[in-house]
């Protein structure tokens, strides 16, 4: 339904993004940052508006995915698809480290523990996944209800605190290229608008609602981005600490001493929602890509009780675990991690938006919101410069395994549905 798909969309854009983002990007370009979450709040609409559109015309799972097969063939859809397995992968892990930092901000925690907590997070995500799509939805309804709550409690409390001379300059002279640096930090906070078209084959009536539910979440999104960034900035509370917890200085002058605990309570659920969410769309993905032989064809399995892609959600939930065991080891810090996921991410973006110039044939100022997209998605992963090489790799290795394993024969095909029929 709209509401179910408004809740998804929110809380894939959400997440992670809105406790951690504002301070993080007040920290590497000050006040400059505010400009970013304006410019990107504007821009968000393109991206959302033409793969929802994609998604009406067609509305099979698989979103980014299958509009990339049908612009470009199978070369460029199957590494569309890896680089959504990697987007998971290397997000769901950075996404629960960061709710961990936060309740370690109120409960005493070593490095350990907060890695085991997201290790328990992200299996609460497959766990939820696994029953099935419609209870997902309705846990991600009540869970997006409780964060806008805590944020605008956040926001409205500390508007007394703001500090107007934190504003000024807006831009220090001679450093527009802070905007650019702080646009390619919290482009990752809008990630998450790709992720309901690869669920429109769940939808009851896609043309009607998938539109509508954009507009909506648009306007949502970018108010509360932008609102919080500008008391994170006139407040200062990006100072405090990392910079990464402003949340929890922003309700700690309002709560006292209960301001810890309520910013850590806020921060595992908007992860949470945010993973549950993702496990969601991205499992479609990973089913239509081992469907069309991208990936093993025995991913492809559904439940056959609960109808969802149980193997696919096996999968990404396995990989997300692997990658948390490699950060904890490698010692990643978490804007490494989230600047890999940009940079997978954009280039998914870029392939989308590609995919709407060819497929799309819209008319009056619509024409021009791919171009407006795809130019968008260009300009912000050159600022994701060298780690941008992880994606690049990616790519390599599903051509190679295209080539060598994703050709369909007919005799292939035929043992494959003999299979599926079987099973």
Request: aromatic share 14%; no cysteine.
């Amino acid at each position: 339904t709209m509401a179910m798909a408004v809740s998804i969309y929110v809380s894939s854009v959400l997440g992670a993004g809105i406790l951690i983002m504002p301070g993080i990007a007040a920290k590497a370009s000050g006040q400059a940052s505010i400009i970013a979450w304006v410019l990107l709040s504007f821009l968000s609409y393109p991206f959302a508006y033409i793969f929802a559109r994609l998604a009406s015309i067609k509305p099979v799972s698989g979103g980014i995915y299958s509009f990339s097969k049908d612009a470009f063939g199978s070369y460029v859809s199957n590494f569309t698809g890896w680089l959504f397995l990697a987007w998971y992968a290397l997000g769901a892990p950075a996404n629960s480290i960061a709710a961990g930092e936060y309740l370690s901000y109120s409960l005493p925690m070593t490095r350990p523990e907060v890695y085991l907590f997201a290790a328990i997070l992200i299996l609460l995500a497959f766990a939820v996944n696994y029953v099935g799509i419609k209870f997902s939805a309705r846990v991600q309804m009540i869970v997006i209800v409780a964060i806008i709550s805590v944020i605008l409690v956040a926001i409205f409390t500390s508007v007394p605190n703001v500090n107007t001379g934190h504003f000024t300059p807006l831009v220090p002279a001679n450093n527009y290229f802070s905007i650019g640096t702080a646009s390619a930090l919290i482009i990752w906070a809008f990630f998450g608008y790709e992720n309901v078209p690869n669920l429109a084959g769940e939808f009851a009536n896609p043309k009607r609602d998938l539109n509508r539910s954009v507009v909506y979440s648009v306007l949502i999104v970018g108010i509360l981005y932008t609102s919080v960034s500008i008391v994170t900035v006139g407040t200062g509370a990006y100072n405090a600490g990392t910079g990464a917890t402003p949340f929890a200085y922003l309700l700690s002058t309002f709560f006292g001493k209960y301001g810890s605990s309520i910013t850590a309570a806020i921060a595992v659920i908007a992860v949470f929602s945010a993973m549950n969410a993702y496990t969601a769309g991205m499992s479609r993905v990973m089913f239509a890509v081992a469907k069309s032989h991208g990936l093993p064809h025995a991913i492809s399995r559904v439940h056959p009780k609960t109808g969802i892609p149980y193997r696919a959600v096996m999968l990404l939930s396995g990989f997300a675990l692997l990658t948390l065991l490699a950060y904890y080891f490698m010692n990643v810090n978490l804007v490494e991690a989230f600047l890999m996921v940009s940079g997978v991410a954009g280039v998914v973006y870029v392939v989308g938006s590609a995919s709407a110039i060819r497929l799309l044939k819209e008319k009056g100022i619509r024409k021009s919101l791919p171009w407006v997209s795809l130019f968008a998605s260009l300009i912000i992963i050159l600022f994701i410069e060298y780690l941008l090489v992880v994606a690049a790799v990616i790519i390599a290795v599903s051509v190679i395994y295209t080539r060598k394993y994703g050709k369909v024969t007919p005799e292939k095909q035929k043992i494959h549905l003999q299979a599926d029929s079987l099973k």
